[in-house]
């Protein structure tokens, strides 16, 4: 019996990988596949003139921010820097009126648009896994909504919609082939599932292996979430190799997506990072493990890699965060997960070359106002390597 079941679970595992592998034929991406979240929740950062000289110098073409701030858009004006800005969830059932959102556009974005590149509107941030039943019910009207109001200014051939997930969404997630959401979810996914498809919008998710790490040590490898070649893990049905927990992540999401019946919707990573520092109790959060952890992800991007399903089609991943955010509230990993300090020194160094050691930069005499939670906190354990 137990052989019985297996063969009739591996065929399933079969049946959706050639699905998933048929819908990428001719779907290979080209151009940058590397961005960096600009999160603005600190004392003194540098004005945004210059953060955007910065993220010149580090020849970072994708940022994405957590507001609409007039003054980051206005300075990226010609810059050809894609921006993807955000609706904070407090501001979403408003917009599920079409008159609202179109009075949204008309205001954050059609000023701005074309000379600044704004190439994605994210609509909340991981509000499938608020608690927020109201909340969770207005996201995919306020996004109709706003799509409706591109549409009617010309816009939507350039702007695609969708809003970050957590991991915290999945049922399953080990083996990735497995991979699928939780059940009390699926009302509301599907409806959003089907806005992506229709939209050519992608799956966003803010994935996280250092949490997997930090909640269980002694069964998850820290090679195996450092992108340690020499660790990996066999998904048993599908036999396809991981050598790095995020990428068995993201083929965990798609294959969930796939069993709701839309195997052709693109998953790209939001957010993802390691903390360079964190409290007592915060096993793992420290400069090495973050060097190494943002350095090999960042030799996997310039190698142009996709995961192991989607080995032709190139993973966009956005790495948390470009600056520490000291006015962050939470342990103290929160406020450390930068590449360098609000005063614009480096908090650590990624290697020879990666990155200059100190920014040239001046800074602002206030802190950004904080709009919305910024980091996918949620504890998911991808299973043991």
Known sequence: MAASIFFKSRIIHIFLLFTLFSSELGF???GSTLGINYGQV???LPLPEKVLTLLTSLRITKIRIYDTNPRVLTAFADSGIDLI?????EAIAQLTDPRQALQWVTT???PYFPATKISGIAVGNEVFTSDDAALMSNLVPAMVSIHAALVQLGLNSYIH???????????????PSSGSFKPELASLLAPFLRFLAQSNSPFWINAYPYFAFKGDPNTVSLDYVLFNPNQGTVDPYTRLHYDNML???VDAVIYAIARMGYGGVEVRVSETGWPSKGD????GANVENARAYNRNLLLRQMRNQGTPLRPNQRLEVYLFALFNEDLKTGPTSERNYGLYRPDGTMAYNLGPGALPSTASVSHTSSASRETGKELGSSYWKMGKP
């Open 108 to 110: 954050n974005i059609q």
């Open 280 to 283: 007592p109790d915060e096993i």
């Open 161 to 175: 919609i969708s809003t970050a997930t957590s991991l915290a969404a999945l049922e399953n997630s080990y083996p």
């Open 85 to 89: 800005v955000t609706v904070p969830n």
């Open 247 to 249: 990428y068995a992540q």
């Open 42 to 44: 600190a004392n003194n």
């Open 28 to 30: 290979i991406q080209l």
